[in-house]
């Protein structure tokens, strides 16, 4: 898109700055152009007066335009900027306190909708891959395999210039060992305004769709709401919580838009991402850190190889959970399968140092271990693994402030 015509910059700058007029007759806005024509009408003494300062105040409305526009081009899609200072040099003293940075934002934002001022071409995505792994290391305490798993799929997906298929993560792992703060990570770090942003939809099972009489209204619904964020965003994140509750029909009515590609409504889902939050496999994974802390190995010396192959074992079991029931696994929708382990009481406090940081909170050591020691640890003889893993962490420590 090149420069857009100084006209429309000239009318941008009028609405920002409003009129300076006064209110006519009958209590309508007044422009300085009516109100010129009055006072000439009126054949007052100050007429011409009111006449030349109209002018002078459309030609200072003009120049602030051109200036302002400059401003933006400048800042929004980095062109003319050397126009700029050239032309303003130090004697304008023009600066953005003038308009605000609300404004600039809002006509920032419309004219990255055209979709020329990003990498992406959706001002809406940045996918800030570097961010993501500088937070999964620093924030995500335990889990070597769901940080090595999830960045890697995330990169090269985001990488590939056309996907045959959406890219389709399935995390699994006992309650509170990070589920979910992976997938904000993922909304944060992949979209500017990261869980709000229009381009991500978060489905909780048991309260989106809590009736399974219903489950005909819901496939119907879900289907529509998924279509329409694909028009909307052509970088969409999708997240199932509690997926596990999900009804299988739900599943294989979504299977569709996580296939290979097949444009039969002329809408690209290739480029979405979907992610699947379970509690089931919680128990096979924990068997397996727990062997492994017996037979004295490492937790780093899991691999995702070794792991995924028991979960898929324990996922196609005919027990009355959707993955069994509905064609993901069947049809190897599922991308990959993100273990999340269990977390040990040196994890525990890790996380309790994190709460303290983010409430800009001192601790000690000795706080740490107070925090930690409220929690629940299993199995009943070894006290390895926290019951909770992180969850209400944040929470528990009020009772340690002074």
């Known amino acids: 898109m090149g420069r857009i015509p100084a006209r429309l910059g000239l009318t941008c700058c009028l609405l920002l700055l409003g009129g300076s007029g006064g209110l006519g007759s009958q209590g309508t806005p007044q422009g300085p152009w009516e109100e010129e024509q009055d006072a000439v009408a009126k054949g007052g003494p100050w007429g011409r007066a009111r006449y030349e300062a109209v002018k002078k105040h459309l030609g200072a409305v003009g120049a602030l335009s051109k200036q302002y526009w400059q401003y933006m081009?400048?800042?929004?899609?980095?062109?003319?900027?050397?126009?700029e200072e050239e032309e303003s040099g130090p004697r304008s003293g023009w600066s953005l306190p003038l308009v605000g940075q609300d404004y600039l934002d809002i006509l920032s934002t419309w004219y990255c909708s055209f979709g020329k001022c990003c990498e992406t071409g959706d001002c809406r995505i940045i996918n800030n891959i570097t961010g993501l792994a500088a937070e999964l290391n620093a924030q995500l305490h335990g889990q070597h395999l769901a940080k090595e798993v999830v960045l890697r799929a995330v990169q090269e997906f985001l990488q590939s210039p056309r996907p045959e298929k959406a890219l389709v993560l399935s995390f699994h792992g006992w309650s509170g060992t990070g589920k979910n703060f992976v997938a904000r990570m993922l909304a944060g770090h992949l979209y500017r305004d990261g869980p709000r942003s229009q381009c991500v939809r978060v489905f909780i099972s048991l309260f989106h769709f809590p009736h399974h009489k219903y489950v005909d209204s819901y496939q119907a619904q879900l289907k529509?709401?998924?279509?329409?964020?694909?028009?909307?965003?052509?970088?969409?994140?999708?997240?199932?919580?509690?997926?596990?509750?999900?009804?299988?029909?739900?599943?294989?009515?979504?299977?569709?838009?996580?296939?290979?590609?097949?444009?039969?409504?002329?809408?690209?889902?290739?480029?979405?991402?979907?992610?699947?939050?379970?509690?089931?496999?919680?128990?096979?994974?924990?068997?397996?850190?727990?062997?492994?802390?017996?037979?004295?190995?490492?937790?780093?010396?899991?691999s995702a190889e070794f792991l995924e192959q028991r979960l898929r074992r324990e996922l196609q079991e005919p027990a009355e959970n959707s993955y069994a029931r509905s064609h993901l696994l069947e049809e190897n929708l599922i991308d990959f399968f993100v273990p999340f382990l269990p977390l040990e009481y040196h994890h525990v406090k890790l996380c309790a140092r994190d709460a303290f940081l983010a409430r800009g909170l001192p601790y000690t050591e000795a706080a740490l271990d107070e925090v930690a020691r409220t929690m629940v640890f299993v199995p009943k003889e070894e006290k390895l693994f926290s019951a909770q893993g992180c969850k209400s962490v944040s929470q528990r420590i009020n009772y340690f402030l002074p």
């Open 224 to 302: 529509k709401q998924l279509h329409e964020t694909v028009q909307l965003c052509k970088q969409p994140l999708f997240i199932f919580d509690e997926a596990e509750k999900l009804h299988f029909s739900l599943l294989d009515a979504i299977k569709p838009f996580m296939a290979r590609y097949d444009n039969k409504d002329q809408v690209d889902y290739r480029r979405s991402i979907f992610l699947f939050l379970s509690n089931l496999g919680g128990n096979t994974i924990n068997e397996v850190t727990l062997d492994f802390w017996r037979a004295g190995r490492a937790r780093e010396e899991i």
């Open 73 to 83: 081009a400048c800042k929004v899609w980095q062109e003319g900027c050397n126009e």
